[in-house]
């Protein structure tokens, strides 16, 4: 069971059509991130949704969980060399496998299958949804990536995720994960001829705002 993801869910259907899954930021836990599932919730949808706590631990903060390590081998990321990117490229590859076999483990249960399933993540967490959706050999209904970033740079192979909707948003302030961040990884999904619709969010910092929340309601109605 160490291959399964916890965290909280809530729905308003004893048996729901659609499966929203939910992926925290760095350093938070699903607990705090599931609070965002009743103000997206729309009652047509039939959606239950499901927030997962990261499989790693950060020292010193026992609420607190991570995708991957931020400092691997005491180094933070911005100045990782090979050595430390091979570690984050083992602990992202560890989460993805987690998080699919959750996922697989909740759409048997409920009979439902990928093309009924919307992933989102904010921050780290908004990382690690990207790295699911290419990594996976099926079609999601769509993705969303709030406040965070693409980190691959080798073109995309897989058609099943150039064909899944991505939403992509951005605080225009955010100080902790820059804008810019945001820009480089559009204009990669535009390279790849991903399907996407992207908003920069001009009073936001790294938040998810009443704002933001709109717009993904409006795309979830969408591809759900």
Not at 132 to 154: C, E, P, T, Y
Not at 157 to 179: A, K, W, Y
Request: net charge negative.
């Amino acid at each position: 069971m160490t291959e399964i993801l916890n965290g909280p869910s809530f729905s308003r259907h004893d048996n729901p059509k659609k499966l929203i899954f939910m992926l925290h930021g760095y350093g938070d836990n699903a607990a705090n991130f599931m609070h965002l599932a009743q103000p997206i919730d729309q009652e047509e949808w039939q959606a239950a949704y499901i927030a997962l706590n990261a499989p790693g631990v950060i020292s010193g903060n026992y609420m607190g969980y991570q995708w991957f390590d931020l400092y691997p081998n005491g180094i933070y990321i911005a100045e990782a060399g090979p050595k430390e990117f091979d570690q984050i490229n083992k602990e992202v590859g560890e989460s993805v496998t987690k998080i699919i076999n959750t996922i697989d483990q909740y759409c048997k249960s409920l009979k439902l299958t990928y093309a009924d399933c919307f992933l989102m993540g904010f921050s780290q967490g908004g990382m690690i949804t990207f790295e699911v959706g290419n990594f996976l050999q099926k079609k999601f209904a769509g993705l969303g990536i709030l406040s965070g970033r693409i980190m691959s740079h080798k073109p995309i192979e897989n058609d099943n995720l150039r064909e899944t909707p991505i939403f992509i948003s951005h605080g225009e302030l955010d100080q902790v994960i820059p804008v810019k961040s945001y820009h480089k990884s559009t204009e990669f999904l535009q390279q790849n001829k991903c399907t996407f619709e992207s908003h920069v969010l001009t009073r936001d910092e790294h938040n998810i705002s009443p704002e933001t929340i709109t717009l993904l309601q409006k795309f979830i109605k969408k591809i759900l």
